[in-house]
């Protein structure tokens, strides 16, 4: 089985070998974190520093990888367009939304960051998982340094309409990050379509996008801090498989776009596996 990278803007490195982490992503995928992971990102340090290669911590079978913010980064990278621009937006708060274009290039700079650092990390086999709105033109960076592997995101919060969404300037040069990606997860039915029609906006070359109903009717909210994540079980097949969703770029490439289940206990990642072709994914969830 491949070895699954996980990328997020914090990593809760533990302190102690045997030291369990409470919340956050380490609870929604500790069943992702039983076989072999490479878990990378920010260490959560601002400092000036010429070192660029990132710290390592091994606990089990999970590898911790981090990097170090400068203060200019973390003001325009996550206190900025991250936390000023698009948390609000995303939320449909509208009135919240502050930007600036220097955020928004510094916000794109750390993500290319990110990838220059992972990229000596990874092998050959890899898939990738990048976890939400902080790292969304990750996919494009790693692409754009010669990544091939399997790349999968998931948005851990609301996706609005295109006439919310066009609000903020550079909306369609991200939902266009977006496409880089093999797969995209989504909260809802309603976030999935909202990407369709973004997509479509921005004259992306989609060809179809289709979901099966994970969620219970009407529900938005996550009911702990464990829903909203996929759990996903993987499997070969051909562009002729199962999925929750399939959508064409303007590459030519073939990708998916996933509604994640919901669940009063939480779901869980449960296992990837590649396929030459494509990442076929089936949703399901534990106690639905």
């Known amino acids: 089985m491949a070895r699954l990278v996980i990328v997020s803007n914090r990593v ?7 030291e369990q982490q409470a919340g956050g992503l380490a609870v929604v995928l500790e069943e992702a974190l039983k076989g072999e992971v490479l878990w990378f990102g920010w260490s959560g340090r601002r400092m000036d520093s010429l070192i660029t290669q990132p710290a390592i911590v091994t606990r089990g079978a999970t590898t911790f990888a981090t990097i170090d913010l400068s203060e200019a980064e973390y003001r325009q990278y996550y206190a900025g367009f991250a936390n000023r621009s698009l948390w609000p937006l995303l939320h449909y708060r509208t009135g919240l939304v502050a930007y600036s274009r220097d955020e928004y290039r510094g916000y794109r700079a750390a993500n290319r960051k990110f990838a220059e650092a992972l990229k000596p990390l990874l092998r050959a086999d890899d898939i990738i998982w990048v976890q939400d709105y902080h ?12 990544i091939g592997q399997r790349i999968g995101f998931f948005l851990h ?19 266009a990050d977006l496409a880089t990606y093999d797969l ?8 999935r379509d909202n990407f369709a029609g973004c997509a479509k906006r921005s004259d ?19 009911t ?4 909203g994540i996929p759990h996903v079980a993987s499997q070969i097949s051909d562009r002729n498989a199962r999925t929750s969703s399939v959508r064409r770029d303007h590459c030519g490439s073939s990708h998916h776009a996933a509604v994640s289940p919901r669940s009063r206990s ?16 089936v949703l399901s969830s534990e106690g639905s």
């Not at 790292?135 to 010669?146: K, S, T, V």
């Open 12 to 18: 809760p490195v533990p302190a102690k070998k045997r």
């Open 135 to 146: 790292l969304i033109p990750l996919g494009r960076a790693l692409r754009e340094a010669g």
């Open 157 to 175: 919060i609301p996706l609005p309409p295109p006439s919310v969404l066009d609000i903020l300037p550079p909306a369609r040069e991200l939902i």
């Open 184 to 191: 995209v997860g989504f909260q809802t039915e309603e976030d």
């Open 204 to 222: 992306l070359r989609t060809r179809s996008l289709r979901a099966m109903p994970f969620h219970r009717q009407g529900e938005r909210e996550p």
């Open 224 to 227: 702990s801090n464990r829903a």
């Open 266 to 281: 939480g779901s869980r990642c449960h296992r990837l596996l590649e396929d030459t072709r494509t990442l076929s994914v």
